[in-house]
């Protein structure tokens, strides 16, 4: 099969593999009809999540956000028929562990992440193998393509609006940090499942003018230190909470700048560290979460809220375009999700 693989740390060519094969009674072979570029790939190939997840045995094969169609599958394997259309949840999971039994897939204690953890491979190729577990059914008549960047930016948001809930009032003010991949949900979300007054922030002002499109009562584009500062003035002292998806948290301002006294920032993105000034935080007694991708049943819930309306913004590349992708993404000129299409 045709794979866009990372021969080595800093790059990534489309050639040849060979196509995966089942290997368990509950493997399923998925064709690819379309899989989502993220910023996690790009660390992936950088060699930026060695520490997390270990050096991958090269060429290793990336991707986890993966649509298609069912290939082949395992001899216990009853919930999907081969040609059956398939979203795959990101994880492959146990199913005997504490994490799995409480239903909290994100916790399984052996999951692989295809794509990510350096041993198993993903979507970016024209057949991936997953697991039962993993496969999510799709109506006969989904896009495929649109469905793809639900598998983690639209789970991923999901989820962590789903943790914030309990942590404003229904009058409350929320800011989005990033209308990207995952920021763009987040915006949507946040405008279905809650009455709060939402703002969309970004550095860009097509992509700030973007979140009030999908949602956002207003928005603020520039400078870190000017978005800042237009919050600070229309909040009067900051924002109830704030979702940050561009993991901006290493520079001079932070999240924890945006929120008022007895606030909460929610850590969508996965940056690669967070300044926090701990007295100042325990001063203002502000509430930090992160989020880890979602679970299966989320999963589905999502998928059900597109009848609702839901958007997944995407940029379309061939597979055989990945070097364009990859640089499309990392200069910014992506709207919403960049998705590889074999």
């Known amino acids: 099969m045709i794979a866009a693989v990372i021969p080595e740390f800093g790059r990534m060519e489309v050639r040849e593999v060979d196509d995966p094969r089942l290997q368990s009674s509950t493997d399923v072979i998925v064709k690819v009809a379309a899989a989502g570029v993220c910023r996690t790939d ?5 060699g930026g ?26 001899s216990e394997v009853s919930t999907v028929a081969v040609g059956d259309p398939v979203l795959l949840h990101p994880l492959i999971t146990c199913g005997r562990c ?11 204690s052996n999951s692989r992440f295809p794509g ?60 989005v940090i990033g209308v ?23 550095t860009d002002s097509a992509r700030a003018r973007l979140g009030e499109e999908l949602g956002a009562d207003t928005s603020f584009h520039g400078s870190t230190d ?37 606030g909460t920032v929610s850590l969508v993105g996965g940056g690669p560290s967070l300044t926090v000034d701990a007295l100042s935080a325990v001063v203002k007694e502000i509430t930090i979460l992160t989020n880890l991708v979602g679970d299966y049943t989320e999963l589905q819930e999502l998928i059900r809220l597109q009848r609702t309306g839901l ?20 200069n910014g000129s992506v709207v919403g999700r960049a998705v590889l299409v074999p």
């Not at 995952?182 to 809650?194: D, I």
Request: some cysteine; charged content about 20%.
């Open 42 to 46: 790009l660390e992936t190939m950088s």
């Open 49 to 74: 999540l060695v520490a997390a997840y270990g050096k991958p045995v090269f060429p290793y094969v990336a991707g986890h956000e993966t649509t298609g169609w069912v290939e082949a599958v395992g």
């Open 98 to 108: 504490d994490g799995c039994r409480a239903g909290r897939d994100m916790y399984c």
């Open 116 to 175: 990510v953890d350096a041993r198993t491979w993903g979507g970016f190729a024209e057949f991936v193998r997953t697991s039962e577990r993993a496969v999510v059914r799709l109506a006969a008549h989904a896009d495929l393509v649109e469905m793809a960047g639900y598998s983690d930016a639209g789970l991923t948001a999901y989820h962590a609006v789903k943790r914030l809930l309990p942590h404003v009032d229904p009058t409350g003010v929320v800011a």
């Open 180 to 202: 990207g991949g995952v920021g763009h949900f987040a915006v949507q979300l946040l405008r279905a499942m809650t009455s709060c007054t939402v703002i969309a922030l970004d």
């Open 226 to 262: 000017t978005i800042l500062e237009s919050v600070l003035e229309l909040t009067n002292g900051g924002v109830d909470a704030v979702m940050d998806c561009a993991s901006g948290g290493s520079g001079s301002v932070t999240p924890l700048h945006f929120v008022r006294k007895g």
């Open 311 to 330: 958007r997944s913004l995407h940029t379309t590349f061939k597979l055989a375009d990945t070097a364009a992708a990859l640089e499309a993404l990392m």
